[in-house]
């Protein structure tokens, strides 16, 4: 696999600079790397050790930290902030103005919309769908495989990986867990320490192991765009 600095492919055709050379900030050590090529924008922080992959897209005003790994074919809109450490699967996207903090992993083929805020040591599995405005706190876990397959032995394979669904404005505290296929409803609050085990409406608390309903969200409480 060949490894390359940020002139060896601009002078390769392989980077386009979206914006002005002055406002880019690239580590001299960021490794850009994989087939594809890889579109920058204006006023964008790329921080020493990151490695981004071919196929990638880097909106204005983005920031990448420290050692951050973007896979292949991943799309960051404007304003995003990748925390130091994060690994982003290849095919994640991530919407405008999206925190993703320190350590965090995605593991791919993950929609997270527009403003959502996804806090550090997050673990997001393959194949989810986060809306907009989301507040995710640390520790977060979610898991797509129902019964654990390993590569080695696939004794289940009729049991298809499934991602999850969050919806807009959902906010879900510190250390939840939350289990394959299960959809959270926009507006719905998620105790800290729960596990989600089966789907939440729109607009209400739960929280426990497994979460249980609590009360309704009063809208007075909603999240505003
Ligand atoms: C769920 C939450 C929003 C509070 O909901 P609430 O309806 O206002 O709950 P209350 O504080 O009035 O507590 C009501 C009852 O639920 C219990 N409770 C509160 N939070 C709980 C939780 N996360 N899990 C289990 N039980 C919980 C309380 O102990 C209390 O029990 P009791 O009736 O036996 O005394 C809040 O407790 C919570 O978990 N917030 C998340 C905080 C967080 O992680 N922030 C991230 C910062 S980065």
Redesign the pocket.
């Known amino acids: 696999m060949k490894l390359n600095t940020l002139l060896d492919c601009v002078e390769n055709s392989q980077i386009t600079i979206n914006g002005s050379w002055r406002s880019l900030s690239v580590h001299r050590t960021v490794i850009f790397t994989g087939e594809g090529s890889i579109t920058i924008g204006d006023n964008v922080q790329i921080k020493s050790g990151a490695v981004i992959y071919g196929g990638t897209d880097i909106g204005d005003d983005t920031i990448i930290g420290h050692n951050a790994v973007i896979e292949h074919d991943c799309q960051l809109g404007r304003g995003v902030f990748i925390g130091n450490g994060c690994t982003l699967r290849p095919e994640t996207v991530v919407g405008n103005e999206c925190t993703l903090g320190h350590l965090s992993v995605v593991e791919g083929c993950t929609t997270i919309g527009n403003g959502s805020l996804i806090?550090a040591q997050c673990h997001i599995t393959k194949g989810v769908t986060i809306g907009n405005n989301v507040?995710i706190?640390?520790l977060f876990v979610g898991a797509n495989d129902p019964v654990m397959q390993h590569r080695r032995c696939m004794v289940f394979g009729k049991f298809k990986p499934t991602g999850y669904r969050i919806g807009d404005n959902a906010?879900?505290?510190?250390?939840?867990s939350v289990l394959p296929g299960v959809s959270i409803g926009s507006n719905a609050?998620?105790?800290?320490?729960?596990l989600v085990t089966c789907d939440i409406p729109a607009g209400q608390?739960?929280?426990?192991?497994p979460?249980s309903y609590?009360?309704d969200v009063p809208p007075e409480e909603y999240l505003i765009d």
Not at 171 to 176: A, E, K, Q
Not at 189 to 194: D, T
Not at 205 to 209: A, E, K, L, R
């Open positions: 806090h507040f706190a640390p906010r879900i505290g510190i250390s939840v609050v998620i105790g800290a320490g729960s608390v739960w929280m426990g192991s979460a609590r009360r």
